[in-house]
């Protein structure tokens, strides 16, 4: 293989490849990437047996098809400190030369053919949503998931999908986060129900490399894995094992609770200031509705006490609902200071509901007070 490469241009898309390639591995082959230049093009592909990727590269002047395996980490370093504009590459089975004007790297080669294979989008049915909904999905739900469960549905998201909508859902079985967005059907894609569970690794690793536009993505579940097509980029998983909890039966539907609209910013201050006496024994803070305004409060008999009040639209009897302050933030985090969102109690042993627009809620389970 000969090819001649731009630089920046190149290790962009070195970049996004080297995020999957693991750094440590019993296959040391898997701590390479796959380098393959034909008459279709110059194709990246990295895996770690689990999740893969495929990158097409643009401005590649291919002078001799091939393939080469080479070393992650050392084409960082080379793609990284290297002055040049272009480099040209020549590979065979044994080694791969690659120089610049005033510099010059031989990288001793593995056989290409050893490289595991990295899965292709070639389905004719699948889903296909807008980019920027896709990691809105993947930001409003990872983190309300569990990755150190026992229980392996609870450390990946799970996906659902019908004719019009998609579903993310996150939880470790204290809280739950799912959101909601627009997404178009084309043919008669499969499927799997409660068992499309997309672990927490690969939606950090989709969100990393897809863009955040308009850009459509196509979306094909095939038996055990999950495929995203996003135009130079495929990327696939494996989906966790196991069934996912029955999140409905999580989400409150309530007639008589009370609804109070709360501004995010204002909301997440106030919680930062509450925390200040916090501690991993004692982080459960009270939030206190009475008229008029809400109270957090906190109290650690080695650290101290803190009280925060805020004003809101609130006229109901005095309700006291104890939290665990980071389920809150976290949930706060992910939304944009300047919106509000709804604050839905019933009473202290029931679960809060925060819901933002109609896409996105999210239950927090309440601490009972001896567990502050």
Known sequence: MKLTIKRDKFASSFQLAAAVAPSRSPKPILQNIKIQSGDSGTILTATDMEVGVRLAVDDVDVKTPGAAIIPVSRLNMILRESTDDTLDFDSDSDRT???????????QGQ???????????????????????????IKRTLFATDAESSRYALGGVLLEFDDKKIIAVGTDGRRLAKMEGTIAKHGDPQD???????????????????????????????????????GNVVFSTRLVEGRFPKWRDVIPER????????PVGQMYSAIRQAAIVASEESRGIDFTFKNGSLVLSNSTAEVGQSRIEMPVAYDANE?????????????LKVLEPENNFTFDIEDSESAAYCKSGAEYGYVIMPLSRDRN
């Open 97 to 107: 030369i690659i120089t610049g004007k005033s510099s010059r790297f031989e990288l």
């Open 111 to 137: 056989n290409p053919d050893e490289f595991p294979e990295v899965k292709e989008f070639q389905a004719k049915d699948y889903y296909e949503v807008e980019a920027k909904v896709f990691r809105e999905l």
């Open 192 to 230: 799997a129900g409660s068992t499309t569970i997309v672990p927490a690794k690969s939606m950090q690793l989709m969100d990393r490399i897809l863009p955040s536009g308009d850009e459509k993505v196509r979306i094909s579940v095939e038996s055990n894995d999950l495929l995203i097509e996003q």
């Open 255 to 262: 007639k008589e609770s009370t609804q109070v609209d709360i």
């Open 319 to 331: 309700m006291t609902i104890t939290l665990d302050h980071r389920f809150v933030a976290d949930f």
